[in-house]
């Protein structure tokens, strides 16, 4: 793949790691060091995604015609400096939950923010034909950095105290943005739009795009759909088995750390299934199999046999997610032209993170009306319905958009 993208890799790599590092890292800070309680929690965890995506909004057109790679190691060094703020103030007596919102929403700005910039970069970097590979060697690397970072992050809190993993977090942006100048090599500069000021058209670009096209349309709202309705029935799920059930910590972590080797096993089984059958069969398959897996955590009981029933659900569910993720990304680069990449991610991320952060409150509050149980099983019938519109599609998918002339630095744009 080339020195660059070993760069590239390197840089996400270490950012990974130092975000699974501080998983929740924000909860525990809330009510470890600030004691704060349940609805306060929840409105950590909901409103600087929320926010942090509605300040994103006009930050994807200002991507698009900008050099990519300054941008990333900006976003890097935004998310370093406001991380670095929590560990400070706690040093100094002075960390509350307001400055912990601001921090979020900055953070989740900067994470859209980022996404956007780096995809349009990776298609500009990466031949078109090693595209999915890369794709599944960022997936491989998630899951690795997923399964090795919770269990070291809460150790490291436990030995060092509850900011320790924010500073590793904040430290590992810091290299990434050295990772990603190490990099190196000519950029294209995108052609100039005409005008200094955001026009509403620039903000509806990525939207119109994505709704206007046969072939994102129904990923978008499967992608949609299908990522908020797993993630709403987790907090209920917490509540379940460390409530009721009476599963301790560890058990609970466990659960949810060991089916993460199943997206290692996904990410690597994503390109020899996609060049067997296609990328819209595999995408097809896998958007049926990932969704009838979690109605069967409604009925989680105590003890091994229930402990065993969560890790094979989520091993299923992760699974088939990590061999669906690598193929639509790839697909998603693939049906968007170049020009357009940073707005379209953009547009996809912001609608992504504030969906979920909207149900998530919406199943929290149904839940505390009927039960976790209930909301679990709720959230698992409504995700038997996400396939559909990849299944209502016919058996072929449109084509690829043909190769382009390549860029101005030698590398292929877009197929």
């Known amino acids: 793949m080339g020195r660059r993208f070993g760069w590239l890799w390197a840089a996400y790599a270490v950012s990974a790691l130092g975000t699974y590092l501080a998983f929740d890292a924000f909860s525990v800070i809330a009510v470890v060091a600030l004691h704060a309680g349940p609805a306060q929690v929840a409105l950590l965890a909901a409103t600087g995604p ?3 995506a509605a300040a994103a909004v006009p930050l994807g057109p200002w991507v698009e015609f900008r050099q990519k790679r300054p941008v990333m190691m900006a976003m890097d060094l935004v998310r370093f400096g406001a991380l670095l703020t929590v560990p400070a103030a706690y040093a100094l007596g002075g960390l509350g939950l307001g400055q912990m919102l601001l921090v979020s929403v900055v953070v989740a700005a900067a994470d859209i923010t ?12 990466v031949p ?12 491989s690397t998630n899951w690795t950095a997923l399964v090795l970072g919770p269990p070291l992050g809460g150790a490291a809190i436990g030995l060092f105290g509850p900011v320790t993993t924010v500073t590793a977090n904040a430290v590992s942006f810091l290299l990434s943005a050295l990772g990603i100048r190490a990099v190196g090599g000519g950029e294209p500069r995108p052609a100039p739009r005409g005008t200094d000021r955001l026009r509403a058209a620039d903000l509806a670009e990525g939207w119109r795009h994505i709704l206007a096209s046969p072939a994102l349309r129904p990923l978008f709202l499967n992608n949609l759909a299908a990522n908020a309705l797993i993630m709403v029935a987790a907090p209920p799920l917490a509540v379940l088995m460390l409530g009721r059930l009476g599963f301790t910590p560890w058990q609970y972590g466990l659960a949810f750390a060991v089916p993460c080797l199943g997206g290692l096993l996904g990410a690597r089984l994503a390109r020899p299934l996609v060049a067997r059958y296609g990328q819209w069969r595999v995408l ?3 958007s049926v199999l990932r969704a009838v897996w979690p109605l069967g955590l409604a009925f989680v009981g105590p003890g091994l046999p229930g402990l065993l029933l969560v890790m094979a659900l989520e091993l299923g569910v992760i699974t088939c997610s990590a ?3 690598p193929v639509y990304a790839t697909r998603r680069l693939e049906h968007t032209p170049h020009d357009r990449v940073a707005r379209t991610l953009s547009a996809w991320s912001i609608t992504g993170k504030a969906t979920t952060a909207a149900m998530t409150a919406l199943w929290g509050l149904l ?3 009927t039960g976790p149980r209930t909301a679990i099983a709720l959230a698992g019938v409504l995700l038997l319905a996400t396939p559909l519109p990849l299944l209502r599609r016919t058996a ?4 690829s958009p043909a190769t382009v002339p390549p860029s101005p630095d030698g590398s292929p744009q877009s197929r």
Do not use: C, I, M
């Not at 078109?128 to 997936?139: G, I, K, M, Q, W």
């Not at 072929?396 to 084509?399: H, M």
């Open 50 to 52: 929320a926010v942090g």
């Open 323 to 325: 061999v669906y993720s």
């Open 396 to 399: 072929t998918a449109p084509p």
């Open 114 to 125: 980022f996404g956007a910039a780096s995809g349009a970069f990776l298609k500009g970097l």
């Open 284 to 286: 097809r398959a896998t």
């Open 128 to 139: 078109a034909d090693r595209l999915l590979t890369a794709n599944a060697r960022f997936e």
């Open 367 to 369: 839940a505390s009306l």
